[in-house]
């Protein structure tokens, strides 16, 4: 009786899909915001990923192979998004030595420390930037100017994000119109043209990226429109509330990894809730967090640490929100 029933870790795939196929629509679908990186930030955009992506690879082939001795798993394409999404997370100039860690701590820690894909309750690429945040401040924090193709890699000159600017500005008493004179416009932000991480600076492809993961059915919008749509409501009383102080909501939105997050990293399956209640609870949760960290906290940006917060609570929420079971008998009073 015990070889009639196999239970596997999530994520659980139903028909023909497999991780395979869905790890390789997430890759399509990062691939609009990587060739805008690259447009942007030259040389230095193409070192970060091919070295984060290939430690990704490295780490988790050595530590199955010689550390836990299981089949090796890195053509399911989970390590590949792990290193781009790492990468996308950092600046275009960042030491190779340091990528080489984050990507360590990514998949060793994160990830493997657990038992492999589907085990592991944090997100691993941003467990990874977390760790290398914390432990590399200066040079997580230097973020490159958009000089185009020709750009180097060791001589890209560094600038604040507008995120940063504003955060500073509003801390030494500077008004918010002046600021928002300092930084690129919103269509300027749109297209990319501003400092920041490789990830962050492409919003139309990003947007372009989540088209195609919804036409494909890798995601659905629950949790990419939880997100901005807490956002956006947040900032927009906020902003009413004091417009000297807060900044607009498209500024929120367009600025910073907000997009990134929550299209790419808030949804990661294994890490996501499974049901669409949950899914919207838990991105109005990510939402708000950033939102606080971002107008109250010391960081500039905060969506890092709140999906990771929100990470904590999937289990929960995967063991309270449940659609109701086929058959289920309702009573009433």
Not at 70 to 80: F, R, V
Not at 238 to 267: Q, R
Not at 283 to 309: H, Q
Request: charged letters at 10%.
């Amino acid at each position: 009786m015990s070889n009639l029933l196999n239970v596997s870790q999530s994520p659980h795939i139903h028909g023909k899909e497999s991780t395979q196929k869905l790890m390789l629509n997430v890759v399509i679908a990062l691939m609009p915001a990587l060739f805008t990186s690259v447009f942007y930030f030259g040389l230095g955009a193409i070192i970060v990923t091919l070295t984060s992506v290939a430690s990704c690879l490295l780490f988790e082939y050595l530590i199955q192979k010689f550390v836990l001795k299981k089949p090796i798993s890195i053509t399911d394409g989970s390590a590949l998004v792990t290193g781009l999404l790492l990468a996308f997370n950092l600046p275009s100039n960042i030491p190779v030595f340091i990528i080489v860690i984050g990507s360590f701590v990514s998949i060793g820690i994160a990830k493997m420390t657990f038992g492999g894909l589907g085990n592991n309750p944090f997100n691993p690429a941003l467990v990874g930037r977390v760790f290398m945040l914390i432990s590399f401040p200066v040079q997580m924090t230097s973020w490159p100017v958009p000089k185009g193709l020709g750009t180097g890699y060791a001589d890209a000159v560094t600038g604040a994000t507008p995120l940063a600017i504003i955060k500073e500005g509003l801390k030494n008493g500077e008004s918010l119109s002046k600021l928002m004179g300092e930084i690129p416009s919103p269509a300027q932000m749109l297209m990319g043209d501003m400092g920041g991480s490789m990830g962050e600076v492409a919003a139309i492809a990003l947007i372009i990226g989540f088209i195609y993961l919804l036409a494909t059915r890798v995601i659905t919008w629950h949790i990419p429109v939880s997100v901005t749509g807490s956002i956006a409501i947040f900032t927009t009383i906020l902003w009413l509330a004091n417009p000297e102080k807060n900044a607009d909501p498209m500024f929120h939105l367009l600025a910073g990894g907000v997009l990134l997050g929550a299209i790419f990293m808030a949804t990661d399956y294994v890490t996501s809730p499974m049901v669409p209640k949950a899914m919207i609870i838990y991105g109005c949760g990510i939402g708000i967090i950033t939102v606080v960290i971002r107008v109250w906290g010391a960081y500039p940006e905060g969506v890092s640490f709140a999906i990771l917060i929100m990470n904590s609570f999937v289990p929960l929420m995967n063991a309270y929100i449940k659609p109701k079971r086929f058959g289920e008998e309702v009573t009433n009073g």
